[in-house]
Nanobody, 122 residues
Framework: QVQLVESGGGLVQPGGSLRLSCATS???????????MGWYRQAPGKQRELVAA??????SNYADSVKGRFTISRDNARKVYLQMNSLKPEDTAVYYC??????????????WGQGTQVTVSS
């Protein structure tokens, strides 16, 4: 079994900050360094979209809408973080942690957390 558990969501005023965390457990734990870890979000009535991702080598990429405001990181404790600064109302969504690894063309591992709600409102 693989578990991804997000935390850190909540209600924040525009311009504020939040730090999301994603803790991993289960079989992913031993191979965590192989996975590309990502944060996605889904707002009401919209499709799920990639917010940020970080590869096993530490390369990160971001959606244009969050560049310069959000930072993704990972640590040796098999956790992934999303530091969100200068939050805007349009950042309101459920944020999901994702772990992805394709060791060969015939195998793929793709896991999701349950999500954590982020609401940006005054």
């Amino acid at each position: 079994q693989v578990q991804l558990v997000e935390s850190g969501g909540g209600l924040v005023q525009p311009g504020g900050s939040l730090r999301l965390s994603c803790a991993t457990s289960g079989s992913i734990f031993s191979y965590f360094s192989y996975y590309t870890m990502g944060w996605y979000r889904q707002a009401p009535g919209k499709q799920r979209e990639l917010v940020a991702a970080i590869t096993r080598g530490g390369t990160s990429n971001y959606a244009d809408s969050v560049k310069g405001r959000f930072t993704i990181s990972r640590d040796n404790a098999r956790k992934v973080y999303l530091q969100m600064n200068s939050l805007k109302p349009e950042d309101t969504a459920v944020y999901y942690c994702n772990a992805y690894w394709a060791p060969s063309k015939d195998s793929r591992y793709d896991y999701w957390g349950q999500g954590t709600q982020v609401t940006v409102s005054s």
